[in-house]
């Protein structure tokens, strides 16, 4: 020590150094120990060598220093700081990409429900410590945590003396709100996206202010949504859920149901299917009283473990994980890849990421170009002309639900092949960034980094080729059905356009799916024939499938007699009650349109002598078949006089067109109306 004390300024450089290289050393092998299943032997020998390396070159500092060998303990203490400082980079660079990871991913198993007190913007309160004691509108549906449990809880914390009133639907309580017949409703914070889109409902977020908002975290019931540890070496399928907000991250985002993507992979064949769910498709709401069917895109209005439930339930598949992305996020991702190559159809005007239009409206031409942020999320996001908003030059075409599916599978897949060409540090930066602010998945961290040995597959046999499908071999499948105008009976009370999918259309997605799962043995095609003058193009699954309309609406019976009245109830198993005489039917409680699977009782006004009577489960067959003939068993949608009043109504015909209650465009049976 005496000898290394005359050298004062070596010994302390070779404190400085060692201390730089086993602090390096340490921090990189414990930052690479969190990294399962990636390279794990590589990882393990890397480990040890480092180690040993470090051994060694702390056995060379203490010689030549102790011996003092200028050159040699100079070369020794610049190798130490050299590989120390590459291993605290390594380390904080390997440290950057897990907790990005880590952000995006949430196991936890809670769902955050946000609802706020809602009054009409003319109204003097400021906060909730200004309302008066006029009553307050919640939801009857006990179980709705954002329409009843909090507000409950809200008003007893609040010690508020304010009385109740109870809807039966948000769209109920907004139409009272309106009206003036109440002054103060509780709604999802999220209300102006969530009924904005909505025809008639488009100024609600400048018509209406927020009070007070109260959040709950609540813990998902289900215990095999949380503790899905299915290793990512088997086949998968994982929903892509499409996040809505004018603010930046996804936290400040709610997801609205109207883009819906299921992505089966089977990382043994490398083979992929994806599905556009259209957003109006008619389908049992799995979290709805009785599992009610309505239109899908309302199932989002409880959260995504409804939306994955109902998924679930209707294609007959598990949904291993999902991915919610919010739609600002897309057009940072697009710009950060330096977007992405798109052959655009036609010419085409879209609101922007904010939802504006005026000076910020994107406009894109037709042709193969790349397309930045904004416009690919605008051509994403399209699916009906906009001639209200842009001229003749930009709404020359048709579009629909249909189309703006095929166009979200377009962007991803050339999202897909931006990936393959990253190749400098920042831009993987700027994309971690990007992906963990906007981007959440219910994948465990763990989970995720095992996607690494499935990227490194494909890497290797996508080198040389341009375009990612080659490698996954994609099939698009695609749902088919007709268009019917339904009376959301139990609901929103409202007239609505659907788009009612053929059963056999649902089976055969589904047969493919399990098909690329591994669940259901391939269907081996023997015979192939073409015609070299055609051009092949790869047949979408499911698209051209069709089969019994199996949707029965009720019928219209005003003018009916009351005997052929209880002859279709007793068949259909309804409960009638007939006031009034026993004539001609003169009005109904149960509009016309209706799904007779939400119609328990309804009740009749008819002429004649007076009589009130009521009949139940009845069978009587007698005039079944004269009862299909009008209608009874093939669904027919109502007149448009028939029709709920209300600013959701829409006029629509099965296998024709519609306008839908979401929105203002009309479109044919080409494809969907929104």
Same mark, same amino acid.
């Given at each position: 020590m005496k000898k290394l004390a005359r050298h004062k300024f070596a010994f302390i450089l070779s404190l400085i150094s060692i201390f730089v290289l086993f602090g390096g050393a340490g921090y990189l092998i414990f930052s690479?120990?969190? #990294?399962?299943?990636?390279?794990?032997?590589?990882?393990?020998?890397?480990?040890?060598?480092?180690?040993?390396?470090? #051994?060694v070159?702390?056995?060379? &500092?203490?010689?030549?220093?102790?011996?003092?060998?200028?050159?040699?303990?100079?070369?020794?203490?610049?190798?130490? #700081?050299l590989i120390g400082g590459v291993s605290i980079f390594a380390g904080y660079n390997v440290d950057k990409v897990y907790n990005a990871l880590s952000k995006v991913s949430d196991t936890s198993g809670y769902t955050t429900y946000s609802t706020s007190l809602v009054t009409l913007k003319d109204n003097e309160a400021k906060s909730i410590k200004d309302i008066d004691s006029s009553d307050i509108g919640i939801l009857e549906d006990?179980? =709705?945590? @954002?329409?009843?449990?909090?507000?409950?809880?809200?008003?007893? @914390?609040?010690?508020?003396?304010?009385?109740?009133k109870e809807y039966t639907s948000y769209i109920a309580m907004i139409d009272a709100l309106m009206a003036g017949e109440i002054k103060y409703i509780f709604l999802p914070t999220n209300y102006d996206i969530m009924f904005g889109s909505m025809d008639g409902y488009e100024d609600i977020g400048d018509d209406t202010k927020i009070l007070l908002t109260q959040t709950k975290k609540v813990k998902d019931k289900k215990d095999d949504k949380e503790t899905n540890t299915k290793a990512i070496t088997e086949p998968f399928t994982v929903l892509l859920m499409g996040v809505d907000s004018d603010a930046e991250g996804i936290q400040n985002g709610s997801f609205n149901?109207? =883009?819906?993507?299921?992505?089966?992979?089977?990382?043994?064949?490398?083979?992929?299917?994806?599905?556009?769910?259209?957003?109006?498709?008619?389908v049992p709401i799995a979290c709805f009283s009785g599992q009610r069917k309505n239109k899908i895109t309302h199932a989002a209005w409880q959260g995504e473990s409804c939306m994955i439930d109902t998924i679930e339930n209707f294609l007959d598949i598990t949904i291993d994980y999902y991915v919610k992305i919010n739609f600002t996020g897309v057009v940072e991702l697009?710009?950060?890849?330096?977007?992405? $190559?798109?052959?655009?159809?036609?010419?085409?005007?879209?609101?922007?990421?904010?939802?504006?239009?005026?000076?910020?409206?994107?406009?894109?031409? @037709?042709? #193969?170009?790349?397309?930045?942020?904004?416009?690919?999320l605008a051509y994403a996001r399209n699916r009906h002309p906009n001639p209200d908003k842009c001229s003749s030059k930009w709404t020359n075409y048709t579009s629909n639900d249909?189309?703006?599916?095929?166009?979200?599978?377009?962007?991803?897949?050339?999202?897909?092949?931006?990936?393959?060409?990253? $190749?400098?540090?920042?831009?993987?930066?700027?994309?971690?960034?990007?992906?963990?602010?906007?981007?959440?998945?219910?994948?465990?961290?763990?989970?995720?980094? =095992?996607?690494?040995?499935?990227?490194?597959?494909?890497?290797?046999?996508?080198?040389?080729?341009?375009?990612?499908?080659?490698?996954?071999?994609?099939?698009?499948?695609?749902?088919?059905g007709y268009d019917a105008r339904i009376v959301d009976y139990g609901g929103t009370n409202l007239s609505l356009y659907n788009f009612v999918l053929y059963d056999d259309s649902v089976k055969a997605v589904s047969n493919a799916m399990k098909e690329n799962l591994g669940e259901k043995k391939t269907k081996v095609i023997k015979t192939f024939s073409f015609d070299i003058n055609t051009p092949y193009e790869k047949k979408v699954i499911g698209a051209d499938v069709t089969g019994t309309r199996s949707l029965v609406q009720l019928p219209n019976f005003v003018g009916q007699t009351v005997d052929y009245v209880r002859s279709y109830c007793s068949r259909n198993g309804i409960s009638l009650n007939v006031k009034g005489g026993n004539g001609y039917v003169i009005s109904q409680s149960v509009p016309s349109g209706a799904n007779i699977e939400d119609v328990n009782s309804i009740t009749v006004t008819a002429g004649g002598s007076t009589n009130t009577t009521t009949i139940t489960d009845e069978e009587d067959d007698e005039d079944e078949e004269n009862d299909a003939?009008?209608?009874?068993?093939?669904?027919?949608?109502?007149? @448009?006089?028939?029709?709920?009043?209300?600013?959701?109504? =829409?006029?629509?015909?099965?296998?024709?067109?519609?306008?839908?209650?979401?929105?203002? &465009?009309?479109d044919t049976n080409t494809g969907i109306t929104e």
């Open positions: 690479i120990s969190k #990294l399962n299943n990636i390279e794990n032997t590589l990882r393990l020998f890397g480990s040890i060598l480092l180690g040993f390396i470090c #051994l070159l702390f056995i060379l &500092n203490i010689r030549f220093l102790n011996k003092y060998k200028k050159v040699k303990l100079a070369i020794v203490i610049i190798l130490m #700081l006990t179980t =709705s945590y @954002e329409g009843n449990i909090i507000p409950l809880e809200v008003i007893k @914390e609040q010690k508020l003396e304010n009385k109740t149901g109207d =883009s819906l993507m299921v992505i089966t992979f089977n990382p043994k064949t490398l083979s992929t299917t994806i599905l556009s769910i259209p957003r109006d498709s008619y697009v710009d950060t890849l330096g977007g992405v $190559k798109i052959d655009v159809p036609y010419n085409l005007c879209e609101q922007n990421s904010k939802r504006q239009w005026g000076s910020n409206t994107v406009y894109i031409e @037709e042709g #193969l170009q790349t397309l930045n942020g904004e416009q690919a249909f189309i703006r599916g095929e166009h979200q599978q377009e962007v991803v897949t050339a999202l897909l092949n931006k990936f393959k060409d990253i $190749k400098d540090l920042d831009t993987v930066y700027k994309l971690l960034d990007t992906i963990s602010n906007n981007m959440v998945t219910n994948m465990s961290t763990d989970q995720i980094l =095992s996607l690494y040995n499935v990227f490194k597959d494909i890497a290797a046999k996508s080198s040389g080729m341009d375009d990612m499908t080659d490698v996954l071999g994609i099939q698009r499948l695609k749902l088919n003939l009008n209608g009874a068993g093939v669904p027919t949608p109502p007149e @448009e006089d028939d029709d709920i009043t209300g600013s959701g109504d =829409s006029t629509g015909s099965q296998g024709g067109s519609g306008t839908g209650d979401d929105g203002d &465009n009309t």
